[in-house]
């Protein structure tokens, strides 16, 4: 089945504490791009990857990193989480980047900083 | 890219068709209008997309009129499961990011 996963789906953890979240598509996406969620801001794009090794900021980049060696996993990085990176987190892939093309989403990776 | 102006919340009954209006004035001629929905904390879904022409699949239709301003989702028999907030995007940011904006919040009781 074609999909986007992400784990952990939920995270409680202390300011600080360096964590992972990882993405993986099994469509051989070239295009990745992660995405929080906030009430009242909506999706917001924190980093995106045209393609293996190519990576670039979002809106929001400030307090992530992002890698992409593999086509398939772009995981997000969190090097010292603070509480106001308590978030909902969607990766999305698509095939490649034009006019026409959908992005499919993760299931979201609900995270809490205290 | 254009802004994109839904209502806030619709209501439409079961089995019923639910039409979602979205406005798109300043449009350019090579953006599509894309609409995705987003039940309940799940991770969006796409439905349809189109460029100028009338769209339909097996989720929905979509309706552009003449001058591209505007554009309705229409989702023919309307079931519970149809309950979600739906999004009319208007690409392309740097990035490419999707502008999710607002959404309309449809509510589809029995």
């Known amino acids: 089945e074609a999909q986007v996963t992400q784990n952990p789906r939920y995270l409680i953890t202390v300011t600080g504490k360096k964590l992972t979240v990882t993405c993986s598509q099994n469509?051989?996406?070239?295009?990745m791009s992660w995405y929080r969620q906030d009430p009242g801001l909506g999706l917001r794009q924190i980093y995106y990857?045209?393609?293996?090794?190519?990576?670039d900021k979002g809106d929001v980049p400030e307090g992530y990193k992002v890698s992409r060696k593999e086509k398939r996993n772009f995981p997000l990085i969190l090097e010292s989480p603070s509480p106001n990176q308590t978030s909902l987190y969607f990766c999305?892939?698509?095939?490649?980047?034009?006019?026409?093309?959908?992005?499919?989403f993760g299931p979201g990776t609900r995270l809490t900083v205290l | 890219d254009a802004k994109t102006t839904q209502p806030p919340s619709m209501d439409c009954a079961e089995g019923r068709a639910a039409n979602l209006p979205c406005n798109h004035s300043t449009i350019s001629g090579n953006e599509y209008v894309y609409w995705y929905r987003q039940i309940h904390s799940q991770g969006p879904q796409y439905i349809i997309h189109g460029l100028k022409n009338n769209e339909t699949n097996e989720m929905a239709s979509l309706i552009i009129t003449e001058d591209r301003k505007s554009s309705t989702l229409i989702l023919p028999h309307a079931t519970l499961r149809d309950t979600a907030v739906y999004y009319c995007i208007v690409r392309v940011t740097p990035g490419y990011a999707l502008n999710f904006g607002k959404g309309t919040s449809l509510l589809v009781t029995p």
């Open positions: 990857s045209m393609n293996v090794e190519v990576t």
């Open positions: 469509m051989n996406h070239e295009y």
């Open positions: 999305a892939s698509s095939l490649r980047v034009g006019q026409t093309d959908t992005q499919y």
